[in-house]
């Protein structure tokens, strides 16, 4: 059986392949790594798995009998999920970076609460913020946050929230049966505006489906008036003008956004992230959706997208299948 792996792949990949076949008895699977594109329409032609952050049409027209995709990282929004399934593939992603992404949201959450970023940059002209100008920072325990997205990310954000004494609300797709660990409240999103007012601080750690696109827009932002938002899930789960109209007329109180909906089209291009002005406006702290990216998970997500594969390719259940709905 043949794996074909597309797209940015670490050198060590092969050496991982070889190191993992021998830990599932799958020494027979021929790993390919197409070098153009003759190459990779000859190799699908007979891939039965696919590693890839994503695949055109003609790929898949030309991996007849394609029946696994490997998604190296957590989104899924560039695969068609309905389409995948009607052609009787199955698509799996990775959460190894759950972790990296939490600590990336909190750590936007406290320079936003302890106003670390004006801080530096009035202290550089010699303008001192803090007790001598009256103006405290704000304590996180005791104060309540609202997760949108309780999936790996979404907990493992409650966790840290939870170990500096917040109080956290959680909002699912459904209703939940029993509890979530370090999740005080769960709502639906069908309630997520009464989730929202409790909070002084909405971490959204959405996916991007069908349904969740443009989900946070101007009727939830004037619910969360006086709070601040932060978005490590996807950009486009919010509507770009509604998110600069709340925080130009101070709205919203401040906000930490990792991801966007402009990126650079090649490495170390620039880009502007937004057709909005956002870097004119100086209660927002813009980062360029490094969250997931740190010194350890990339090489986690690769170990963990080879495993999966192999356990595919062995018949034995596989880890994170993205369901219709697109997680």
């Known amino acids: 059986m043949k794996v074909v792996v597309m797209g940015n792949y670490p050198k060590?990949?092969?050496?991982?392949?070889?190191?993992?076949?021998?830990?599932?008895?799958?020494?027979?699977?021929?790993?390919?790594?197409p070098k153009d594109d003759s190459e990779k329409i000859d190799a699908l032609k007979n891939a039965v798995a696919v590693i890839s952050g994503s695949l055109t049409e003609n790929d898949l027209n030309n991996a007849p009998n394609l029946k696994f995709i490997q998604v190296p990282f957590?989104?899924?929004?560039?695969y068609d999920i309905p389409d995948l399934i009607r052609r009787g593939i199955k698509i799996a992603n990775v959460h190894s970076n759950a972790t990296a992404v939490a600590e990336f949201a909190m750590a936007l959450?406290?320079?936003l609460a302890k106003n670390v970023v004006e801080g530096d940059r009035d202290l550089r002209i010699g303008y001192w913020h803090g007790w001598m100008s009256r103006e405290p920072t704000i304590s996180l325990e005791g104060k309540t946050m609202t997760i949108l997205g309780l999936g790996s990310i979404g907990k493992e954000i409650a966790r840290f929230a939870k170990s500096f004494g917040m109080y956290v609300i959680g909002v699912k797709r459904e209703k939940v049966d029993g509890t979530i660990p370090?999740?005080?409240?769960?709502?639906?999103?069908?309630?997520?505006?009464?989730?929202?007012?409790?909070a002084h601080f909405v971490v959204c750690a959405l996916p991007l489906t069908p349904e969740t696109k443009?989900?946070?827009?101007?009727?939830?932002?004037?619910?969360?008036?006086?709070?601040?938002?932060?978005?490590v899930g996807r950009g486009a789960v919010v509507n770009e003008e509604d998110l600069f109209v709340a925080l130009k007329n101070g709205i919203l109180k401040g906000a930490g956004?990792?991801?966007?909906?402009?990126?650079?089209q090649a490495p170390m291009q620039t880009a502007m992230p937004s057709k909005y002005p956002f870097h004119g406006l100086k209660n927002i702290i813009m980062t360029p959706h490094a969250a997931g990216f740190t010194d350890v998970t990339p090489q986690r997500m690769w170990e963990d997208s080879v495993k999966n594969v192999l356990r595919f390719l062995?018949?034995?259940?596989?880890?994170?299948?993205?369901?219709?709905?697109?997680?």
């Open 74 to 78: 957590a989104g899924v929004d560039t």
């Open 182 to 198: 370090n999740v005080d409240e769960v709502y639906t999103h069908a309630e997520i505006e009464q989730a929202i007012e409790k």
């Open 314 to 327: 062995k018949g034995l259940p596989i880890e994170n299948e993205v369901k219709e709905v697109g997680y």
């Open 214 to 231: 443009g989900m946070i827009n101007r009727r939830l932002f004037e619910k969360m008036a006086g709070k601040f938002f932060v978005n």
């Open 257 to 264: 956004i990792d991801t966007w909906w402009v990126y650079p």
């Open 12 to 33: 060590n990949l092969l050496e991982m392949f070889e190191k993992y076949k021998k830990e599932f008895g799958a020494e027979d699977i021929e790993v390919v790594i």
């Open 109 to 111: 959450v406290l320079a």
